[in-house]
Antibody
Framework: QVQLVQSGAEVRKPGASVKVSCKAAGYTFTDYYLHWVRQAPGQGLEWMGWINPNSGGTNYAQKFRGWVTMTRDTSISTAYMELDRLKSDDSAVYYC???????????????WGQGTLVTVSS | QSALTQPRSVSGSPGQSVTISCTGTSGDVGDYDYVSWFQQHPGKAPKLLIYDVTKRPSGVPDRFSGSKSGNTASLTISGLQADDEADYYCSSHAGSYTLLFGGGTKVTV
């Protein structure tokens, strides 16, 4: 069955960076965009961007351009999201989720990872 | 870009219907038929309920339905059940293959 399994919780100091992984299973990794969405405590969902695992092409939300990097390793069906220069308000649960490439739809995020809690604290 | 506008909360009794609105602009909801709706229970990942304004993924009950008029999309939950108590989020294509979420609506049954 389709699964997106994320890495465990992280604690970082302000100014540091964090890299979260998302391992895909149960489907062809390169057939689906991998999106990253975050949710601060008690807040709503915020879209960060996507990576096309086939080409490696990325598309970041304007807010995150210059400080987020999304990569992938197709040999192990794993996507990564790295966020630099962390601030306390980057503390959030970070989710990976997928949508089908070339489906004619956009935003149909049908499977989600379990989420990774990132805490930024001095 | 600002988040899409949703009411903070709606409520209804079991068996009733509730409708959640999601208001955007001509640059997102108004321009694209790529509106999705998600349900999120506390401590859980979101679940896709509706995509492309009106389509339901397999396994989602037909009690959940979506529509759109102009810059506002709507999610209607019919035959409200206790398990429908959750947070609901809309999203829309916002141009250049970017996504924008709504602020979320808490549904109380």
């Amino acid at each position: 069955q389709v699964q997106l399994v994320q890495s465990g919780a992280e604690v970082r100091k302000p100014g540091a960076s964090v890299k979260v992984s998302c391992k895909a299973a149960g489907y062809t990794f390169t057939d689906y965009y991998l999106h990253w969405v975050r949710q601060a405590p008690g807040q709503g969902l915020e879209w960060m961007g996507w990576i096309n695992p086939n080409s490696g092409g990325t598309n970041y939300a304007q807010k995150f351009r210059g400080w987020v990097t999304m990569t992938r390793d197709t040999s192990i069906s794993t996507a990564y999201m790295e966020l630099d220069r962390l601030k306390s308000d980057d503390s959030a649960v970070y989710y990976c989720t997928r949508s089908e490439v070339g489906s004619g739809s956009f935003g149909d995020l049908d499977y989600w990872g379990q989420g990774t809690l990132v805490t930024v604290s001095s | 870009q600002s988040a899409l506008t949703q009411p903070r909360s709606v409520s209804g009794s079991p068996g009733q219907s509730v409708t959640i609105s999601c208001t955007g602009t001509s640059g997102d909801v108004g321009d694209y038929d790529y509106v999705s709706w998600f349900q999120q229970h506390p401590g859980k990942a979101p679940k896709l309920l509706i995509y492309d304004v009106t389509k339901r993924p397999s396994g989602v009950p037909d009690r959940f339905s979506g529509s759109k008029s102009g810059n506002t999309a709507s999610l209607t939950i019919s035959g409200l059940q206790a398990d429908d108590e959750a947070d609901y989020y809309c999203s829309s294509h916002a141009g250049s293959y970017t996504l924008l979420f709504g602020g979320g609506t808490k549904v109380t049954v």
